[in-house]
């Protein structure tokens, strides 16, 4: 069984910063692609961006130049961060990762709510 396990959300004002850290524990062979995704209330989940194990990042067009992921494959940990932060983006985020156990399967956390409000 694996685990991601989120942290780092909150309250931030507009113009503000934020990083997020997701740690994924359990039965772990391998990690492909990890990532974040985000889902505003009556929206539908969207991707924000990926990084492979060899470092390959894929961005969406909105979070371009403003966000910034990374990861520390020693930890099975990935990180966000987040600056220059809008009200619109204010959503619960996901964590995601292909994680190889015995098979490889998709995993998701449980959220980690990010308002960003004056």
């Known amino acids: 069984q694996v685990q991601l396990v989120e942290s780092g959300g909150g309250l931030v004002q507009p113009g503000g910063s934020l990083r997020l850290s997701c740690a994924a524990s359990g039965s772990i062979f391998t990690i492909n692609r990890m990532g974040w995704y985000r889902q505003a209330p009556g929206k539908q989940r969207e991707l924000v961006a990926t990084?492979?194990?060899?470092?390959?990042?894929n961005y969406a067009d909105s979070v371009k130049g403003r966000f910034t992921i990374s990861r520390d494959n020693a930890k099975n940990t990935v990180y966000l961060q987040m600056k220059s932060l809008k009200p619109e983006e204010t959503a619960v985020y996901y964590c995601?990762?292909?994680?190889?156990?015995?098979?490889?399967?998709?995993?998701w956390g449980q959220g980690t709510q990010v308002t960003v409000s004056s």
């Open positions: 995601n990762a292909i994680v190889r156990t015995t098979y490889t399967s998709n995993y």
């Open positions: 990084v492979t194990n060899g470092g390959r990042t």
